[in-house]
């Protein structure tokens, strides 16, 4: 990604937004950055068989929890910081993934977050936004041979819910960090994490199921497409019910692969009152 310098205003919408705000605030609903808000899936909390999973997931308050996760890995922030790398698994090759404490992908995701996205508009930008800023939504893109051309319509989708009316830029704060983020932070190395980030969400859409689970799927994922753990797959995939002929009969499409935090070590298996399903896919 090019780098880009930090401005304070965005010529027509104010204060930008980063990619990071908008999706923890608009898409999973929090309102703060922090490892206080246990990650819904390990909360055990399933919808009743009345509504078979479709009511709209929920997010839970740090308030309403009742307490902290002992593990960080439970949080819901370690869950969004692995699901928008992929788990981290490409950060470093020279050592096998399993010997890498998973601190270690905690803290530099900490320092990205406190250092590059959500600081100051008056601070010395960086590395610089590896992992973007969200612009306007009426920058123009030149041609395809441009470097711009490289950043995927997943910033775009940001860009342009970070300019919502329903959200004021002029009175716009930027989210809060919890201290025990900021803590971490000051051992990690942001560019690491951030770079991957970059990588791996390219042409990437990220999504929250009606459970809770984070999802980073295909570029064609859709309101309304189902996860699903087949068997003899080593990754979760999302598959879409389309109508065939004139008849109304129903069949599933493959949309693509994807990330689902919590479900890529066989763990779908186990989630408690799930079910087997044969689906016919063309």
Not at 71 to 80: C, T
């Amino acid at each position: 990604m090019p780098q880009r310098r930090w401005t304070q205003l965005d010529q027509s919408n104010g204060p930008r937004m980063h990619v990071m705000e908008v999706l923890w605030r608009r898409i999973c609903g929090y309102r703060t950055f922090n490892l206080n808000i246990v990650y819904p899936p390990f909360l055990k909390k399933i919808p009743s068989p009345a509504t078979r999973g479709t009511t709209p997931f929920k997010p839970v308050s740090s308030s309403s929890a009742s307490s902290p996760p002992q593990d960080h890995r439970k949080s819901a922030f370690f869950a969004f910081i692995q699901t928008l790398t992929n788990a981290c698994t490409g950060i470093d090759r020279s050592r096998p993934y399993s010997s890498i404490p998973s601190e270690e992908w905690l803290t530099s995701a900490a320092a990205y977050l406190v250092r590059y996205a959500i600081s100051s508009p008056l601070s010395t930008p960086s590395p610089s936004q590896t992992f973007p800023l969200s612009a306007s939504s009426s920058r123009s893109i030149s041609s395809p041979a441009s470097s711009t051309t490289t950043m995927s319509s997943f910033y775009e989708r940001a860009n342009s819910m970070s300019s919502s009316p329903s959200s004021p830029s002029s009175s716009r704060k930027p989210i809060p960090v919890h201290a025990a983020i900021h803590d971490l932070s000051l051992t990690g190395d942001p560019f690491k994490w951030s770079h991957e980030a970059v990588l791996v969400t390219r042409y990437r859409r990220f999504a929250v199921t009606r459970r809770g689970y984070f999802v980073l799927g295909p570029d064609a994922l859709q309101t309304g497409d189902v996860v699903v753990v087949l068997r003899g797959g080593k990754v979760p995939f999302l598959l879409r019910k389309v109508s065939v002929g004139g008849d109304g009969e129903e069949r599933w499409v493959l949309v693509g692969e994807c990330y689902v935090h919590g479900l890529m070590d066989g763990e779908g298996w186990d989630v408690e009152g799930a079910e087997e399903e044969v689906f016919a896919v063309q």
